[in-house]
C-alpha cells in the first residue's frame, strides 16, 4: 500500500485539517511529517469546533492511528494541554497516537530565542508565531538538538542543562531577559513527565510496517507551501519542508510509496506574518474577505492578510509538490462579490511572466488579473456537484484548464458535511 500526501499549496492556513478529517475514514494512518506548534488545524463537526496544534487531524476518527513523525518539533507543555483537551472530549488519544522517538524537542529557551531573534530583526521581523519553530530546527540541523527519545536515559537532565547553557550565552549576547524561564522550566519538566507515558517509538519503523501491511497512510502536511524553507518566498518562511518531499524525511518514507498529492488551496489567498503578497488587498475588499472568511490566525489570533487567488505562485506549489488531485475550500467567503479576481500573471521590470521568479522580496511584482463572474449565493447548503451555480461551476472548469489538475473535493463550509467530492 502507499502513502497519500495532503499539504497547503499557499501560505497556509488553506483548510488542511477540515480536509484531513474528511478523508481519514479512508485511510489506517495519518501522520504529521513537519512543523510543529505553529499550526493550527480546525476541525468542525457535531457541533465542535477544535483547533489541533501538533496531534494529527484523524485524531477524532474511531480506529484510526495518528502518527506525530520524526521531522515534527514538539513542544511537550502544548502537546499535553493538546492531549487533556481531547480526553475531556472522551477522546482516546493513547490508544490512537504515537510520537517518534526521533522528533527533536522545542525547549523553553528555543522558545526565548525565537521572541529575542525577532525583536533584533525589528522592522524585518518573519513574523514567526514565537512557538521557538526556528531556534529547535536550527538546533536539529546544527547537531546539537535534544529528541523525545532522549526523555528515556537518565543523562536526559545534564544533556538539557547543556543546552540550556548554550542557550543562555545567546540570550546574554543578544540582551534578552530571561525571568520568564523559571516557570517555563517547571511546566516544560512536569511535561516531559507526561510525555514519558505516551507511546513513544520509531516510527520509521512503524509506517514501513504499515506500508509492508497494506494499510492506508495518508501524511498532513502543516503550514504552506509557500512557507518550505527551499522553495517558500525565503526569508520570510518556516524552518521545515512543507512539501512533498518532507513526508519522505519526516516520516521515513521512501520517495516510491507516495502516491497521491492532495494539494489544497482556497477560493483566494491568505498570509500571516510577514512577506511578500504580490495579491494582497490593502483595501475595503480585502477587508470583506477578512471578514467574511473569518481569517483570523487559529494560533495566535492575528488578522490574516487577504488577497486575490495567485495563479503563477498555485502553478509553482503544485509542480514542486506534483500535485495529482486539487482541493478548492472557502468558495463561499466570496459569495457576495459581484466579480472575483484571479492573477494570471506577473509584470516584473515591464515584462510579463506567468511563473514565480527567484525574487520577489526585494524585487516586487505587479500582478496582472483577469475578472470572473461572482456566484452571488450562498454556497453553504450545496450537497452535491450539479447544485454549483453556473459561475462557480466556470470558475472550477477555468482553474482545472489552467493549473491542468483536477479539482476533485470543494470545501462551502467549515463542517464536515460541508464538503463536495467531485465526480471523475
Ligand atoms: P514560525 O514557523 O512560527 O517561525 O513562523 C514563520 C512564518 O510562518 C510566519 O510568517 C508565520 O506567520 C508563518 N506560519 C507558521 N506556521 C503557520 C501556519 O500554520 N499557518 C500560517 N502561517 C504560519
Known sequence: ??????????????????????????????????????????????????????????????????????????????????????????????????????????????????????????????????????????????????????????????????????????LRSMNYGTEALEALEKDFFTAIDYLRQLNLVDSEHLMNKFIQSKRSVLAEGAQGSLLDIDF?????????????????????????????????????????????FPTELNDATGEAIRKSGNEFGATTGRPRRCGWLDLPALRYAIMINGVTDLTMTKPDVLSDFDDIYVCTHYEINGERIDYM???????????????????????????REDQFPLPLAGYIAWLEEQLQVPVSIVSVGPNRKQTIIRKK
Open 1 to 170: 500500500m502507499s502513502v497519500d500526501v495532503l499539504l497547503g499549496l499557499q501560505w497556509g492556513d488553506e483548510g488542511k485539517g477540515k480536509i484531513v478529517d474528511v478523508l481519514a475514514p479512508e485511510y489506517d494512518v495519518v501522520a504529521r511529517f513537519q512543523g510543529g506548534p505553529n499550526a493550527g488545524h480546525t476541525l468542525e463537526f457535531e457541533g465542535i469546533k477544535h483547533v489541533l496544534h501538533t496531534i494529527p487531524s484523524g485524531i477524532f476518527r474511531a480506529d484510526s492511528i495518528n502518527v506525530v513523525g520524526n521531522g515534527v518539533v514538539i513542544d511537550p507543555v502544548t502537546l499535553r494541554k493538546e492531549i487533556e483537551a481531547l480526553l475531556g472530549m472522551n477522546v482516546p488519544v493513547s490508544k490512537r497516537l504515537f510520537i517518534s522517538r526521533k522528533a527533536n524537542l522545542i525547549l523553553p529557551t528555543h522558545r526565548l530565542l525565537d521572541a529575542a531573534s525577532e525583536a533584533l530583526k525589528g522592522v524585518d521581523k518573519i513574523g514567526s508565531t514565537l512557538r521557538g519553530i526556528g531556534p529547535t530546527y536550527m538546533d536539529k540541523t546544527g547537531r546539537n538538538g535534544l529528541r523525545v527519545g532522549d526523555i528515556e536515559s537518565d543523562a536526559f537532565t545534564s544533556r538539557y542543562e547543556k543546552l540550556k547553557l548554550k542557550h543562555l550565552e545567546l
Open 232 to 276: 517558500g518566498s525565503y526569508p520570510f518562511v518556516t524552518s521545515s519542508n512543507t512539501i512533498t518531499a518532507g513526508a519522505c524525511t519526516g516520516l521515513g518514507v521512501a520517495p516510491r510509496h507516495i502516491n497521491k498529492v492532495y494539494g489544497i488551496f482556497k477560493a483566494y489567498c491568505t498570509r500571516v506574518g510577514s512577506g511578500p
Open 357 to 383: 521568479p527567484y525574487d520577489i522580496v526585494h524585487t516586487p511584482v505587479t500582478p496582472v488579473y483577469k475578472k470572473l463572474p461572482g456566484w452571488k449565493c450562498d454556497l453553504t447548503g450545496i450537497e
